[in-house]
């Protein structure tokens, strides 16, 4: 299995919602990334997991929550959205193996809309 | 920190025609260099990396790119477009610490 899956594909949300994001892989990989794209620009780093434990946070507000309950799952928690937030969300993965590169492979994103 | 700059955000070419995407890279340390390539309302795939092993890397899709210390340049080439390589593409630098920056993208329009 070489895929990063993300569910849902699209969302729409209103903004006293609160809803989840989620993200799985099993590649063995120990490195797992949240990325905000928003269009026509390049994706922006919110979040890395490194071996189940959090290790970048690009000041993102609060209202986005990240969990990683195990080494395969990543999952964004959200609540109290605002229509800015609306954007492709993708996921990534990495080996994370000491003394090798590490190549993040990405889902396919889910499309959140903010009403 | 590291970053990448794309030169051109917008590259026409006619099909059949060589394809050239800049990419110029600034850092103060070992860098992995990365091209990704995104289709609409999709996900990135890789299409290649620098790893340091050779400076000339092969990508899948017939793309390849060369890594030149001297220019601080890793430009994505490919010698005779198709149709289907339509599409937005991302050069990336990443550091040791899984903290991976992307250029704004140039998107790759193929003319018949």
């Known amino acids: 299995d070489t895929e990063v899956t993300q569910t849902p594909k699209h969302l729409v949300m209103g903004m006293t919602n609160k809803k989840s994001l989620k993200c799985e892989q099993h590649?063995?990989?120990?490195?797992m990334y949240w990325y905000k794209q928003k269009a026509k620009k390049p994706p922006e780093l919110m979040f890395v997991?490194?071996?189940?434990?959090?290790?970048i946070n690009e000041s993102v507000p609060s209202r986005f929550s990240p969990e990683c309950p195990n080494s395969s799952l990543l999952n964004l928690h959200l609540h109290a959205l605002q229509p800015e937030d609306s954007a492709l969300y993708l996921c990534?993965?990495?080996?994370?193996?000491?003394?090798?590169?590490?190549?993040?492979?990405f889902g396919p994103g889910t499309r959140l809309t903010v009403l | 920190a590291q970053s990448v700059t794309q030169l051109d955000s917008q590259v026409p070419v006619f099909e059949e025609a060589p394809v050239e995407l800049r990419c110029n890279y600034s850092?103060?340390?070992?860098?992995?260099l990365f091209w990704y390539v995104q289709y609409p309302n999709q996900g990135l795939q890789l299409l290649l990396k620098?790893?340091?092993?050779?400076?000339l890397v092969k990508g899948i899709n017939g793309f390849e790119a060369e890594f030149k210390k001297s220019e601080t340049s890793f430009h994505l080439t490919k010698p005779s477009a198709h149709m289907s390589d339509a599409a937005e593409y991302f050069c990336?630098?990443?550091?040791?610490?899984?903290?991976?920056?992307f250029g704004a993208g140039t998107r790759l329009t193929v003319k018949p």
């Open positions: 990534a993965s990495s080996p994370a193996r000491e003394g090798e590169t590490d190549t993040q492979y």
């Open positions: 590649m063995g990989h120990r490195a």
């Open positions: 997991y490194s071996y189940e434990k959090l290790s």
């Open positions: 850092s103060s340390v070992s860098v992995y």
């Open positions: 620098y790893t340091s092993a050779a400076t």
């Open positions: 990336a630098v990443s550091d040791l610490d899984n903290d991976m920056r």
